[in-house]
């Protein structure tokens, strides 16, 4: 369902425009003591501004619209922000012009423009909220349908009040209803009034009717159809309320494919761009950590042989995207191991794990070898956690919607491990709860909670009192 945007498009175009400039100008003045930047400077400038618009409008940051406006419009900038950044580090790579600039310079501006940005979103959205708070900017809206349908949608616009709107009617060819009340909005009367109770409010700007939501059952497809014919020759904006309500889905949105019109019922948001950029994000990042963390790699590996016969890694099979098999890596931190149709969990105080095991388990130094998974694509540094193949076949039949987590590649750490869902699931409770986090994950993913994520997984690695 549409609404409104908050602000005019090009007007947050235009601020961030200015907030680039005046920000790399009053950096340039800080750095270098000039107010007018040198003719590279004013280049990358003008590099920086075309970069930003595009990437943008691409990401959609100028599009974002009523509902959880402030969540999706700082999300949305931030991980464009992220791409800019990547994208001009590129330019000056490719270009080999890098040492041209202050690296200071360039940092203090991009984290400059981006709190400019930020407090230009958030000084919206307070004014937005004091204007739906004096009653102002709201849009009255008649709903067609008094059934179910209706109700649920007037208890979404009476509760939610980030939409700005008001019901001021509702109108249901059941007679009992007529002349009653739903949540005090009165129920007018049958349908057919619906027509001439919008044209008598439309000279008076108040009271006028800005859209006509339509809820009621697809068995009165006919009905809808001659309702929205009828309401073409009215200036108000008309919309169908899906029958929907209740249903669980992983993600839906409308499609069209060989000309029909269809919901999409189990969409994803990392499809085509989005599941490209998350790739480059894997890679990039995975190297960092690669380079980082090789020392790890070393001392861990010589601690196990060390401590033990057997081989250094341990090989698994899991499930991965769509629920295919994938060999996970891990470095080995039992006596055995287990790779078939019965593989216990690892419980506190299993007799399996070895000395070292129990060290690299607490600190989840066991799992670093995945990025050897990130590197070949078959997993990703943020997502669900794969399971073992014997632990997702028993679960898929205890657990409603299971699979569902396997439609984006498996991660070495995900939204449910940072929020507690970590360990053993010995209670079927447990891997429900985490499958809500993971859906949760993936119907809200961005670069910044990707971001978010992998910060708040280095704080849990030492505290989580499930690691064993």
């Not at 595009?54 to 509902?67: A, D, L, N, P």
């Not at 956690?385 to 039949?397: S, T």
């Not at 079927?428 to 992998?454: C, G, H, P, V």
Request: with cysteine; glycine share 6%.
């Amino acid at each position: 369902m549409q609404f409104r945007h908050l602000a005019p498009n090009r007007l947050f175009q235009f601020l961030d425009i200015l907030a680039i400039v005046l920000c790399a100008v009053i950096m340039y003045r800080i750095r270098n003591n000039f107010w007018l930047p040198k003719g590279d400077y004013q280049l990358l400038l003008l590099v920086i501004i075309f970069v930003t618009l595009y990437v943008f409008s691409w990401w959609g940051v100028y599009k974002t619209e009523h509902g959880r406006w402030l969540y999706k419009s700082l999300s949305n900038l931030t991980t464009a922000w992220v791409i800019v950044a990547l994208c001009l580090g590129m330019i000056t790579f490719f270009t080999k012009s890098g040492e041209t600039f202050s690296r200071l310079w360039v940092l203090m501006t991009f984290t400059s423009t981006y709190i400019v940005m930020i407090s230009a979103r958030l000084f919206a959205w307070s004014y937005s909220q004091a204007q739906q708070k004096g009653a102002q900017n709201r849009r009255n809206v008649v709903i067609i349908g008094a059934g179910q349908l209706g109700r649920n949608a007037c208890d979404a616009i009476i509760e939610e009040r980030w939409a700005g709107l008001k019901v001021v009617a509702l109108f249901d060819d059941d007679i009992n209803l007529e002349n009653t009340r739903y949540r005090d909005v009165e129920i007018v009367g049958p349908i057919s009034q619906a027509i001439d109770f919008i044209e008598d409010r439309r000279q008076a700007p108040e009271a006028a009717i800005k859209e006509v939501w339509i809820a009621l059952p697809l068995t009165s497809a006919e009905k809808i159809e001659h309702l929205q014919t009828s309401l073409q020759n009215t200036a108000t904006n008309v919309f169908l309320v899906p029958d929907l309500f209740g249903a669980s889905f992983t993600q839906y949105s409308l499609v069209e494919s060989a000309g029909i019109m269809m919901i999409n019922l189990s969409a994803t948001p990392m499809i085509g761009g989005s599941d490209r950029l998350k790739r480059i994000e894997d890679l990039f990042l995975s190297s960092i950590m690669g380079l980082v963390l090789s020392p790890v790699f070393v001392i861990t590996a010589l601690a196990i042989k060390l401590e033990s016969s057997g081989p250094v890694f341990f090989k698994q099979r899991r499930y991965g995207l769509d629920g295919k098999e994938i060999i996970v890596w891990k470095f080995r931190s039992m006596t055995v191991a287990e790779d078939g149709d019965d593989v216990p969990q690892a419980s506190r105080c299993d007799s399996r794990i070895t000395k070292v095991g129990a060290v690299i388990r607490k600190y989840s130094i066991d799992e670093l070898p995945q990025l050897i998974n990130v590197f070949n694509g078959s997993m990703s540094l943020v997502g669900p956690r794969p399971h073992a193949v014997a632990h997702n076949e028993y679960y898929r039949d205890k657990v409603h919607g299971y699979m569902a987590r396997h439609k984006i590649r498996p991660g070495i750490t995900g939204w449910a491990q940072i929020n507690g869902c970590r360990g053993e699931t010995e209670v079927i409770e447990k891997m429900q709860r985490r499958l809500r986090y993971d859906l949760e994950y993936i119907q809200n993913w961005s670069i910044a909670l990707d971001i978010r994520i992998l910060f708040k997984t280095l704080h849990t690695i030492f505290t989580d009192k499930n690691a064993y």
